[in-house]
């Protein structure tokens, strides 16, 4: 089982850290992604972290304003935003891979096994 927590309504510019915790197995054993989807928009992908600490983000949306960090001692994967934008409103969600996925194949959301429920970031203007 995922549980996101962290989410909440903030203003533009400001950080939100998004938390997921990973039961049932060690969370070692999993690569895990954060995806967001919109409202009236596709499920995107946001940035993910293999089982070996490799890290991918998607591209020019995120890149250098989220992070994503895993600590296996408390089953549990953040995703740090700062510098949030309006366009960052989404229900965010993250999600469990028991493979060993090429960087390319993080992105895909087919390529999950597990998801969380989401939580809901709203980031106001």
């Known amino acids: 089982q995922l549980q996101a927590s962290g989410g909440g309504l903030v203003q533009a510019g400001n950080s939100l850290r998004l938390s997921c915790v990973i039961s049932?197995?060690?969370?070692?054993?999993?690569?895990v992604g954060w995806f967001r989807q919109a409202p009236g928009k596709e499920r995107e992908f946001v940035a993910a972290?293999?089982?070996?600490?490799?890290?991918?983000y998607a591209s020019d949306s995120v890149q250098g304003r989220f992070t994503i960090s895993r600590d296996n001692t408390k089953n549990t994967v953040a995703l740090q935003m700062r510098s949030l934008k309006p366009e960052d409103t989404a229900v965010y969600y993250c999600?469990?891979?028991?493979?060993?996925?090429?960087?390319?194949?993080?992105?895909?959301?087919?390529?999950?096994?597990?998801w969380g429920q989401g939580t809901q970031v709203t980031v106001s203007s």
């Open positions: 972290i293999k089982q070996s600490g490799g890290i991918s």
């Open positions: 999600a469990a891979s028991e493979r060993r996925l090429i960087t390319s194949s993080l992105w895909s959301d087919s390529q999950y096994d597990f």
């Open positions: 049932g197995r060690p969370s070692s054993s999993y690569a």
